[in-house]
Structure formats: structure tokens, C-alpha cells
């Protein structure tokens, strides 16, 4: 795939979720000067990260689950994805203080960040392990746990302000077990580029994306009609929380803390046999 230029606008995918949308609405819509122009195809987290394995697109919203696989092709850009604390994956049952020993386990996706969370939580505070693994489209798991189908539930994003709705409990937090253990911010959602766009180009990406972050912060209302098209009749209230919860400083410049965070857990997640062992200069950019 060669470069964009005036004539192919960039190939970008990323989810309807409100963060991502609030985060590339400016950009999407022509208002970051100098910015390519995109061509957005939405789709959920655990569509795009089969995308970046299988190497299509420019640019792709990703989990840091699946770096370990795709960095060979695609660069992590150092802003515009999703870390932070207080934001981890929950995880829910019926019944407060259940067991998930030998349970079986829902989850949206087994190449997610959420799920390297899962496992290493469940590594380190359920003896004996859970058993059996079922994935499911994520608007799928909150009934399926209240309906008895199974027996818990790993969920992301706005499910932490509804999860009450369907009679659950909230289990653990993924990611206040990870901020316990490493003190770090909770690596959840990433941006790569396609390597062979040029050094360049990924640095234009990154300011680009930087600039978006930056317009929607200084005029939310131009944001909002594309965040609430795209948000699958999700209230506006729990909206913005949901943007005030995964748009932050990192969102704008993974920092020294958001790169240690990334490195942690993947390195952790490969000690634990989850995903391949990255080399030393894999997240360098560009």
C-alpha cells in the first residue's frame, strides 16, 4: 500500500465508541490543517485488531494486546489511544463474592487488553484458574451473565456505569488490581500506523492526531452530534462520563509513564506465556 496523497485519503479504522470519536471527529472533519484527509471505517475493537494482523489499512485503533504481533508492520503512535486509571475492565457475576474457580468466563475478545488484564489478575488471585473461556459480542456479555448463561462476565468501557442495570455485581477491577501491582496507568486502546507510510508521514500522523485531541478538548459541543451518531443509543450523560474517563493526558502524549505502562504489561503478559516477548526498540517511534 503506498503512501496517502491528495488522491487516496488515509485508511483509518477505529470504533463508534464515544472516546474514539470525540478524539478524531476535528480530523475526520477536515479541521485539523495540514492533516490528511481520512476514509473512517468503524468497527469494534476486536475486528481492528484482525485488521492489524492481517495488515490492512493506514491506521487502525488497536488493543495493546496486540502489539506483540503487528509491530514488525505498524508503529505505535505516541497519542490519541487510551490509557488511564479508575478505567479498567470489570469483572461481573450475579451473586457478590462469587467463585470463579473452574467458572466459566465471557469476554469480548482474547486478543484484548482486557483480557491480558483478566488473565493476569486471575493468575494472581483465583486458585486453581477459571475454566472454561466463552467470547461474545460485548453488547452480549451483561445478559448472558444476568440470564445464567454464564457465569461471569469481562466487560470495558460504558458497561462500568450500567452494569447495575442488569442486576450485577462488580467482581474485581482489572485495572485496580494493575495500578496496585504496578502503580502505573492502565494500558487499554492503541494507535498504529503502517511503518511503510515513511518516518515522515507517521510523525504528521502523530501531530495530526495530537491536534484532534487538542480541538475536541477546546470546543467539546463541535464533537458532539458525531459522538452521539455513532454511540448505539447510548445516553449523553454516560457519554461524557465515558469520554471524561478514557480521553486524558495520554491521550494526548503516552509520556514516560505510558510507555513504561505499555512495556509492563506487555512484558508481564509474556512472562506469563500470553503473548510473544517484544524485542527492545519494538514502541520506538518512529
Not at 502489539?67 to 461481573?92: I, M, N, Q, S, W
Request: charged letters at 20%; glycine letters at 10%; proline letters at 7%.
Amino acid at each position: 500500500m503506498t503512501a496517502p496523497t491528495e488522491s487516496r485519503p488515509l485508511q483509518i479504522a477505529y470504533s463508534p465508541c464515544p472516546n474514539d470519536t470525540f478524539v478524531f471527529e476535528a480530523w475526520a472533519h477536515g479541521r485539523v490543517p495540514g492533516a490528511p484527509a481520512l476514509d473512517v471505517t468503524f468497527a469494534d475493537i476486536d475486528i481492528t485488531n484482525g485488521m492489524a494482523e492481517r495488515g490492512e489499512f493506514d491506521v487502525l485503533k488497536v488493543s495493546y494486546a496486540v502489539l506483540p504481533y503487528v509491530l514488525d508492520e505498524y508503529a505505535l503512535l505516541p497519542c490519541g489511544g487510551a490509557l488511564g486509571r479508575g478505567c479498567g475492565p470489570l469483572v461481573l457475576t450475579r451473586e457478590p463474592d462469587a467463585s470463579l474457580t473452574g467458572r466459566t468466563v465471557a469476554v469480548p475478545s482474547e486478543t484484548s487488553t482486557a483480557y491480558l488484564l483478566f488473565r493476569l489478575w486471575a493468575a494472581d488471585t483465583v486458585p486453581g484458574g477459571v475454566g472454561e473461556i466463552v467470547v461474545m459480542p460485548f453488547h452480549e456479555i451483561m445478559p448472558a451473565v444476568r440470564d445464567g448463561k454464564v457465569d461471569a462476565g469481562l466487560v470495558i468501557h460504558e458497561a462500568r456505569f450500567t452494569y447495575r442495570n442488569y442486576g450485577l455485581h462488580k467482581l474485581a477491577d482489572m485495572g485496580e488490581h494493575w495500578e496496585a501491582t504496578t502503580g502505573l496507568p492502565i494500558p487499554l486502546g492503541a494507535i498504529i500506523a503502517r511503518r511503510s507510510l515513511g518516518e515522515d508521514t507517521l510523525r504528521m500522523l502523530a501531530e495530526s492526531a495530537r491536534a484532534s485531541v487538542r480541538a475536541a478538548w477546546d470546543d467539546p459541543e463541535a464533537s458532539r452530534a458525531y459522538v452521539m451518531e455513532h454511540a448505539q443509543e447510548m445516553d449523553p450523560a454516560v457519554a461524557d462520563a465515558h469520554i471524561g474517563l478514557y480521553v486524558n493526558e495520554f491521550t494526548a502524549d503516552l509520556g514516560e509513564d505510558g510507555y513504561a505502562a505499555v512495556r509492563g504489561l506487555l512484558t508481564r503478559a509474556a512472562a506469563e506465556g500470553l503473548v510473544p516477548s517484544l524485542g527492545p526498540k519494538a514502541l520506538a517511534f518512529p
